[in-house]
């Protein structure tokens, strides 16, 4: 097959895609695959026919098999992290690849999709200077594309940087303004700066542009949330309750500034927890100070932001309680990530 035909073969793969007849344009890329065993881009066609198909580890599989002979394509790499992040929610195993995808000389907008993908793996690990730094190189190279301002706006929102955060918000909405994310993060940004009123004018905005991602909050009062949190506790594992008998779980609405900033890099204000203590690992029978109370503090607001009913309130708290014992134990975030507890 000569490259004309490979080319030609190609197009008609991603207008079968773009068709909406994914069966063949995996039917086009196996012969591709057939013809050139090194084809790199084949395997990708293979593996995005897969993926319209909901055939998430076939189309991870496809992937693998094209980097085993296309040794660190950078193209295959980021397709792989693409699916890490957006399948199988694995941030960590995504942004390794997408540092090994990242090439002097690469095409401007293959590179920009890169920095896009770091930023929001970045974001995912509570790494927010990372992901700022990914965020404004993919600005700068597209600095008409909404997807860079927004992801700016939520590491400088994360960084407790909130009049930066409300500059690159409205920039991602002037670039889109039907960006339903982008009106839920000014919402988010509002809230922590107590402007209640233009907050629910943003919520309720990315509500009406897309209901399906955004919706109205259970509306649970303090004593309804308590006993949630209580029925979470009881249905804990033995194991994990037991770390629990010695730490006080407490509830507040918000994180306080002062608490975000005790962190470095400062923890984002759309946490759902934190552990306050010393973690089990670091203490020291000659040292006091480590073995002041400990506590788990969960976040009310935050926790019923994320929440369609009861129901979904029951299991973030659940989540959030055992990511917090894993701080306990002494677990930093790319190990929760690693056990499926971020």
């Known amino acids: 097959m000569d490259q004309a035909q490979r080319e030609e073969l190609l197009d008609q793969g991603y207008a079968s895609l773009d068709g909406d007849d994914p069966a063949t344009a995996y039917e086009i890329a196996q012969r591709l695959v057939s013809a050139d065993r090194r084809d790199a881009e084949a395997y990708r066609l293979q593996g995005e026919a897969l993926l319209v198909q909901d055939r998430a580890d076939e189309a991870l599989a496809v992937i693998e098999r094209?980097?085993?002979?296309?040794?660190?394509?950078?193209?295959?790499?980021?397709?792989?992290?693409?699916?890490?992040?957006?399948?199988?929610?694995?941030?960590?195993?995504?942004?390794?690849?997408l540092e090994r995808a990242s090439v002097k000389g690469a095409d401007p907008a293959f590179a920009a999709d890169v920095d896009l993908m770091y930023a929001d793996a970045c974001l995912r690990l509570q790494q927010p200077k990372a992901?700022?730094?990914?965020?404004?190189?993919?600005?700068?190279?597209?600095?008409?594309?909404?997807?860079?301002?927004?992801?700016?706006?939520?590491?400088?929102?994360?960084?407790?940087?909130?009049?930066?955060?409300?500059?690159?918000?409205?920039?991602?909405?002037?670039?889109?303004?039907?960006?339903?994310?982008?009106?839920?993060?000014?919402?988010?940004?509002?809230?922590?700066?107590d402007d209640g009123a233009a907050a629910r004018k943003a919520f309720e905005r990315a509500r009406r542009l897309d209901p399906e991602a955004f919706f109205e909050p259970p509306r649970i009062d303090e004593g309804e949330f308590e006993r949630i949190v209580a029925e979470a506790i009881d249905a804990l594992p033995p194991q994990?309750?037991?770390?629990?008998?010695?730490?006080?779980?407490v509830?507040?609405?918000?994180?306080?500034?002062?608490?975000?900033?005790?962190?470095?890099?400062?923890?984002?204000?759309?946490?759902?927890?934190?552990?306050?203590?010393?973690?089990?690992?670091?203490?020291?029978?000659?040292?006091?100070?480590?073995?002041?109370?400990?506590?788990?503090?969960?976040?009310?607001?935050?926790i019923l932001l994320q929440c369609r009913d009861r129901a979904d309130v029951v299991e973030v708290v659940s989540t959030t309680l055992l990511h917090e014992v894993g701080h306990f134990l002494g677990l930093d975030e790319e190990d929760l990530v690693e056990r499926g507890l971020h």
Request: proline share 9%; aromatic share 6%; hydrophobic share 45%.
């Open 66 to 97: 094209g980097l085993e002979r296309c040794r660190n394509d950078p193209t295959l790499l980021a397709s792989r992290a693409s699916i890490l992040l957006d399948v199988f929610d694995d941030p960590l195993g995504a942004a390794r690849d």
């Open 131 to 193: 992901a700022l730094a990914a965020a404004e190189r993919a600005a700068a190279a597209v600095p008409e594309a909404p997807d860079p301002h927004h992801l700016q706006a939520q590491a400088l929102f994360d960084l407790l940087r909130f009049d930066d955060a409300l500059d690159a918000v409205a920039r991602a909405i002037d670039r889109d303004p039907r960006f339903a994310a982008a009106y839920h993060l000014r919402g988010e940004i509002l809230t922590f700066v």
């Open 240 to 249: 994990v309750a037991d770390y629990l008998h010695n730490v006080a779980v």
């Open 251 to 302: 509830v507040e609405a918000r994180p306080s500034v002062e608490l975000l900033r005790a962190s470095d890099p400062p923890l984002t204000p759309a946490c759902l927890g934190m552990f306050d203590g010393t973690p089990r690992p670091d203490e020291r029978t000659d040292d006091p100070w480590s073995q002041l109370p400990r506590a788990v503090r969960l976040f009310r607001d935050n």
